[in-house]
């Protein structure tokens, strides 16, 4: 049997990453794996999930399983973190999953269940998992423009344009912050837009929403989010612990479907816990144990808020380093839009090409549509990446 099994395309970000360890040059940078990084080149533990994990050692006296939706107070702290008070509670279903990548399986597999002549729009480009798992799973998905690559911004009537040609029923992908991989964002104005034109269709919004926190803060960058959800009866929200909590490996995450009653919520709640059930029956509970616990104690919370505030600014500084060296070294501001991005990714507009010259000639290693971690930096490495982007555009 399994000598009928054929090769799967390698994931290219994984094989980056081998690369990148096999390169033995000293100074060598990893701008490709998509893991926030302190300026030692380190992802540390926050102090908050350290405090929490000492304190469930101490009191947790079951590892039995929790439901199959998860511990309901995960649900309620990720819910308000996520939501605040835009939508009222027993609308919202929702179940814990093994990261924001499960919650967007979960969420595909819902909207198969519910709609399968349904097609999946997602923006041009999006994270690739999106598109991989949409095609494993013989999906129909549509790209609509996004990224003008000539700019740093967004296609914004290509956006629009594209999505009026969908059809009634079709889910929308969005990103809720900190767009992945280009960083460049909806503002509240443009979300309204495209509000508009997917009501005048009849579409169905789904949000991807994995760095929150990230970009311009807590609430800030869930102001996308809570704007759609107060504008349609169906909203599907999936949503990663793995960054804004540093949890990468416990696989935390949550899928939310809003419901436009009670009635409907109850059963949009039937139907994911019995997808859970028949992926992996309960889900990973270590992780969000501890997130819910942060949300639900003042001084942990406060805790967590500050450290990733921390994390925040120090992208933000890193952005405007990078952005301010470009300028001088190409007299050019041709990459000014890096500072204006949020989160952990921009997308530079190099060629493949560049790309390649930059690994080959600068040990600067970054995914080949030249998407690159701005955590991945330090203000040490940002003159050396700088010099390397001007030399080989310049060639």
């Not at 405007?320 to 007299?331: F, P, V």
């Amino acid at each position: 049997m399994l000598e009928n099994l054929s090769q799967q395309p390698a994931d290219k970000i994984l094989a980056l990453m081998a690369q990148y360890k096999a390169d033995e040059r000293p100074g060598k940078i990893d701008l490709g794996v998509g893991v926030y990084k302190n300026a030692e080149g380190k992802t540390p533990v926050m102090r908050a999930i350290k405090a929490a994990e000492r304190r469930l050692v101490e009191e947790q006296e079951s590892k039995s399983y929790t439901g199959l939706a998860g511990d309901p107070a995960f649900a309620d702290a990720m819910i308000e973190l996520v939501l605040g008070d835009s939508v009222a509670r027993d609308r919202v279903a929702a179940i814990a999953t093994p990261g924001g990548t499960g919650a967007c399986r979960q969420g595909f597999e819902l909207v198969r269940l519910a709609n399968p002549q349904a097609t999946v729009w997602v923006s041009n480009p999006t994270w690739p998992n999106h598109v991989s798992i949409l095609k494993f799973m013989d999906m129909p998905q549509k790209a609509y423009r996004y990224f003008d690559d000539s700019t740093g911004g967004i296609d914004f009537d290509g956006m629009l344009e594209d999505l009026a040609g969908a059809k009634a029923g079709d889910i929308v992908l969005l990103h809720g912050c900190c767009h992945n991989p280009t960083g460049a964002n909806l503002t509240l104005d443009q979300i309204d837009e495209v509000i508009a034109v997917m009501e005048g269709k009849g579409l169905v919004p789904m949000i991807d929403i994995a760095y929150q926190g990230f970009g311009d803060g807590l609430d800030a960058d869930a102001a996308v989010t809570r704007r759609v959800a107060t504008a349609f009866d169906n909203v599907l929200i999936a949503a990663s612990c793995s960054k804004n909590f540093g949890v990468y490996r416990e696989r935390t995450g949550i899928l939310m479907a809003i419901s436009k009653d009670a009635d409907e919520a109850a059963l949009s709640q039937q139907n994911m816990n019995y997808l859970n059930r028949q992926n992996y029956s309960f889900p990973p509970d270590h992780g969000a144990r501890c997130v819910s616990m942060i949300l639900s104690d003042p001084e942990l919370r406060a805790d967590w808020q500050a450290e990733l505030e921390e994390v925040r600014l120090g992208m933000l500084e890193l952005r405007k380093q990078l952005a301010d060296e470009l300028r001088r070294l190409t007299n050019s501001d041709a990459f000014d839009f890096v500072a204006e991005h949020r989160g952990m990714f921009s997308r530079l507009g190099l060629s493949p090409e560049q790309v390649e010259t930059l690994k080959t000639d600068h040990a600067i290693y970054m995914v080949g549509d030249s998407r690159i971690n701005i955590a991945g930096l330090n203000k040490d490495t940002v003159p050396v990446l700088a010099r390397a982007i001007a030399e080989v555009i310049g060639d």
